[in-house]
Structure formats: structure tokens, C-alpha cells
């Protein structure tokens, strides 16, 4: 609505003024939703978030009032990574490469648990779920954890390997800001490789797929076996199986499969399969994960082109903040 529409004057009666002012106030109204929706994640107030907010919106003219408002804002692609959430994992250097993927998916899930009731979990968790894995060392990962109410992987009094943190926008996460990506190659070998394992049969399994046919680094991958794993949740959590997958202790298994088979278990819903969005290191719509429901292996293990790479059986879930 122009302002300059707005005209107080004796002519006009108080019932005139509240018919005029009426849009406007509902346009203020919506623009601080924009505002509160975007800002509820992390910040205990909108100041929080202004210098990211204050270049975002454009406003018409003199008058600054948003063009657009509510699911329509007009935000600046910039603006809008800064207040995008971003689920940090930090890992000790040096872990192989499936084990770090296994602890990633584990890692996704327990935060889940932790976080879900969350505004900001919920908004990151229905969006784009967005994951960074960085390098630290354990005694700082588990200071930061302590401090900043991240989830140590496995829990103390083990020496933790990986944390993770409650989804927030990068603009909030300043106290990672001197860490590194997890580099490495996923292997010293190619995947097609990698040495199988035998195969485990005692309990029910998820599976979580690399794409044989992709190459992608150590931390690449470990984002992208969480990414799965959550996939995979938003589809089986209502199921039995899963609940009492859950109360096994999340026994995973990291496989190995070509494309052209994964491409095969997607379309017949066996596998719910995690396409990367290409601002890294493959093109965008590359297969790069995928995840199957709790199951025993021995199928899998009886598929000519199926590897098993790494297992972990399991652990009770850690409790409580």
C-alpha cells in the first residue's frame, strides 16, 4: 500500500482513517510473521538477524514497506542463504570413510529425537535439510558440544568422533566459523574395491547405499548417508519395524551398489534414494545416497552387485538434553 495514500485531514471521518490504515496494519502484521518465521530457529530476537534481514527485503521507495509479504517475501538470494538453516556435524580427523557415514546417519537421527520439537528443527527438517561436516579435534568437539548444546557420537564417557547441533542459520554459527570442511577421499581405492565384510544376520539392519558409480569425498558422503537416513524416516517412522529399530539401538549397514541397480530398488520402492543439489562437487540430480527399511541382510547379500562395506549393531540411544 503507498503511504502517500494515507492523507489525515478534518475532511476525512475516523471511520475513513481506520479503513485506510486497516491494509496497511495487515501488511505489518504479515511482515513480521516473514520475520518471526525466519528469525524463530535461533535468535531470541529480531535484532538478531537485522544485518541479514535489512538487505533482504526491498522496499518501495520512501516508504519502506515490503513489496511482498508472507509466502511471497521478495528475499535476495544472499539474504536467503544467510537465514537458510544448516545442520553442523563435526568429526575427528582421520576416520575411515564408511565409518564416518555410519556415524552421520546415527548422528541424524538421535538429533532428531533431540531436537524435533523445535520450530527451527521442524522448519529445517520439512525444507531442504541442509548439512555441513567439518573437522575438529575431539577435545574442542566435545567442549563445543557441552557448551553449545550439541549431541557427542557415542555419547560420554566415550571420546566422542562426531557431534552434531540443532539446525541454524550460518548467520548463528560464528563458533564454527575457524573449522574446515571434511575433505579426504571417501577411499584410498575406488569403491568397486573396497573389501566386503561378512555378512551380519543376528538383528534387522538399516541399509544405506553408496552409489558405486559416484565419487564423492569422506564428508560429502557422510552428509549425504544422514540426508538418507532422514529420508527414509519421514517415510517408515509411523511402521512397527521402525520403532523397534529404534529400540535395538539403530543397528546400520553401509553398502555398495552401481547406479543402474539403485536406480532399479528406487522405482520399485525398496530403497528411497537422496539426489545431490549440485553446488559442490557432482552435477545437480546425482544419485548420491540412498536408504532401505530395517530388514534382515540376507537378501541383500544373495543381490551379485551388492557389497557390504561396514555394519554397526547397534547402541542404546542417549536420553535427555
Not at 563435526?90 to 564416518?100: D, Q, R
Request: with cysteine; aromatic share 6%.
Amino acid at each position: 500500500m503507498d503511504m502517500s495514500q494515507i492523507v489525515c485531514c478534518d475532511s476525512i471521518s475516523s471511520t475513513d482513517h481506520v479503513a485506510l490504515l486497516v491494509p496497511f496494519a495487515i501488511q505489518l502484521v504479515q511482515a513480521s510473521e516473514v520475520i518471526r518465521s525466519r528469525c524463530s530457529e535461533c535468535c531470541s530476537s529480531i535484532l538478531d538477524c537485522w544485518p541479514a534481514l535489512k538487505n533482504g527485503f526491498r522496499m518501495t521507495g520512501d516508504n519502506r514497506v515490503a513489496e511482498e509479504v508472507g509466502g511471497n517475501a521478495s528475499v535476495t538470494p544472499s539474504a536467503q542463504a544467510a537465514l537458510e538453516p544448516v545442520q553442523y556435524y563435526l568429526a575427528v580427523p582421520g576416520i575411515p570413510g564408511a565409518e564416518l557415514a555410519l556415524l552421520a546417519a546415527r548422528a541424524a537421527v538421535v538429533a532428531h529425537h533431540r531436537f524435533y520439537l523445535h520450530p527451527g528443527y521442524s522448519r529445517w527438517y520439512n525444507g531442504s535439510m541442509a548439512k555441513v561436516v567439518l573437522r575438529a579435534e575431539a577435545d574442542a568437539m566435545a567442549n563445543l558440544a557441552r557448551t553449545r548444546e550439541g549431541i557427542a557420537i557415542p555419547s560420554s564417557p566415550d571420546v566422542p568422533q562426531l557431534v552434531v547441533f540443532r539446525p541454524r542459520p550460518k548467520s548463528r554459527a560464528g563458533f564454527l566459523a575457524h573449522l574446515k570442511l571434511y575433505t579426504g577421499r571417501l577411499a584410498r581405492t575406488p569403491m568397486q574395491e573396497w573389501p566386503q565384510q561378512e555378512w551380519p544376520h543376528e538383528r534387522a539392519y538399516v541399509a544405506i547405499f553408496a552409489n558405486a558409480d559416484l565419487e564423492l569425498s569422506a564428508g560429502k558422503f557422510a552428509a549425504q548417508a544422514a540426508h538418507a537416513i532422514l529420508t527414509l524416516q519421514k517415510a517408515c517412522s509411523g511402521l512397527p519395524d521402525w520403532s523397534r529399530w529404534l529400540g535395538e539401538g539403530l543397528p546400520l549397514a553401509l553398502m555398495r551398489a552401481p547406479q543402474s541397480l539403485l536406480d532399479r530398488l528406487i522405482a520399485e520402492g525398496r530403497v528411497y534414494g537422496v539426489h545431490d543439489g549440485g553446488r559442490t562437487e557432482v552435477p545437480a540430480g546425482s544419485l548420491a545416497a540412498a536408504a532401505a527399511p530395517a530388514s534382515d541382510l540376507a537378501p541383500w547379500s544373495r543381490e551379485p552387485e551388492v557389497a557390504l562395506l561396514a555394519h554397526d549393531c547397534g547402541r542404546p540411544v542417549p536420553q535427555g538434553p
